[in-house]
């Protein structure tokens, strides 16, 4: 199993950047190798949306929503986003996920992860 700890949220105008990070705690019989890592968004009233998935080879997939706006930087347990031309609509509570599976990582639903982060929020005005 994974601990997972975000963070890097904040406030911010449209069109500016933050840089989010998540840490990934390995505890015994796991490796960062086992695991899909990706990052989820929520609004209340919302289903969690998946916007970012790493695999333990570094492919990274994104969803359309923040293609060309959105990149990853994976160093081992680490992944830090940074998001770009920051929209209203980017506002939400991000999350660090991660998936007990080994091998490609496709953009989808957040009931297919196991561990969770407590969330930073992103505010975009």
């Known amino acids: 199993q994974v601990q997972l700890v975000e963070s890097g949220g904040g406030s911010v105008q449209a069109g500016e950047s933050l840089t989010l990070s998540c840490v990934a705690a390995?505890?015994?019989?796991?490796?960062?190798?086992?695991?899909?890592m990706g990052w989820f968004r929520q609004v209340p009233g919302k289903e969690r949306e998946n916007v970012a998935a790493?695999?333990?080879?570094?492919v990274i997939r994104y969803r359309d929503s923040v293609k060309g706006r959105f990149a990853i930087s994976k160093d081992n347990y680490h992944l830090y986003p940074q998001m770009n031309s920051l929209k209203p609509e980017d506002t939400a509570m991000y999350y660090c996920?991660?998936?007990?599976?080994?091998?490609?990582?496709?953009?989808?639903?957040?009931?297919?992860?196991?561990?969770w982060g407590e969330g930073t929020q992103v505010t975009v005005s």
């Open positions: 996920a991660a998936e007990s599976y080994r091998g490609s990582c496709p953009i989808q639903p957040a009931r297919f992860m196991d561990f």
């Open positions: 390995e505890y015994s019989g796991y490796t960062y190798r086992d695991y899909c």
């Open positions: 790493v695999a333990s080879d570094g």
